[in-house]
């Protein structure tokens, strides 16, 4: 499964390489966003307005979203 690491990346920089990471990639994929309540929002805000679906990679893991082509069943 292909991912998006965010570590390092600064705040500013999220969207655009979100944007570009979702543009060429089809689901499903990872995201990582580490601990930051911050960038996950970012990310999540994104994803919302591109009609993309996620989940949490595991349970008890909130810094990676797994991305989704459609709701989860």
């Known amino acids: 499964m292909k991912s ?3 570590h390092k990346t600064l705040h500013k ?3 655009r390489k979100v944007l570009r990471f ?3 990639e089809d689901p499903p994929y990872k995201i ?3 601990k ?3 960038m996950r929002g970012i990310v999540i805000k ?3 307005s591109n009609g ?3 989940m949490n990679d595991k349970f008890d893991n909130h810094g ?3 991305v989704l082509e459609s709701k989860f069943p």
């Open 4 to 6: 998006l690491d965010l």
């Open 46 to 48: 994104i994803l919302k």
């Open 36 to 38: 930051s309540d911050y």
């Open 64 to 66: 990676c979203l797994v």
């Open 52 to 54: 993309l679906y996620w």
């Open 13 to 15: 920089d999220v969207e």
């Open 22 to 24: 979702i543009n060429w």
């Open 32 to 34: 990582i966003t580490g």
